[in-house]
């Protein structure tokens, strides 16, 4: 079964950090892009950084300069390293990838989300 699943949320002082992992598990053979999004109560979720399999990340403005994504790919991970984190950060943060996996026989690709991880951050 192919699935995503999120850790490392948390509650944080402001000025603090986080990593945040999504891994994919079951037969993946590429992750070929992954988003990170953020919700909070009674907003749209946000796009926070969106990542392909051979491109660079783009930032949402909100984020430059104090989030990095990076990837593991022999651990098919995708982490979301937040630093200088503020208040308005707090949010349930989504993982959101296309993953190319073998299933019965044959090749596929697919749109996964992750369970999404709370993340607070205190004034």
């Known amino acids: 079964q192919v699935q995503l699943v999120e850790s490392g949320g948390g509650l944080v002082r402001a000025g603090g950090s986080l990593r945040l992992a999504c891994a994919a598990s079951g037969s993946i053979f590429r992750i070929n892009a992954m988003n990170w999004y953020r919700q909070t109560p009674g907003k749209q979720r946000e796009l926070v950084v969106h990542i392909t399999s051979g491109g660079n990340p783009d930032y949402a403005d909100s984020v430059k300069g104090r989030f990095t994504i990076s990837r593991d790919n022999a651990k098919n991970t995708v982490y979301l390293q937040m630093n200088s984190l503020k208040p308005e950060d707090t949010a349930v943060y989504y993982c959101?990838?296309?993953?190319?996996?073998?299933?019965?026989?044959?090749?596929?690709?697919?749109?996964?989300w992750g369970q999404g991880t709370q993340v607070t951050v205190s004034s």
């Open positions: 959101n990838a296309n993953l190319a996996y073998f299933s019965g026989g044959g090749y596929y690709t697919g749109d996964y």
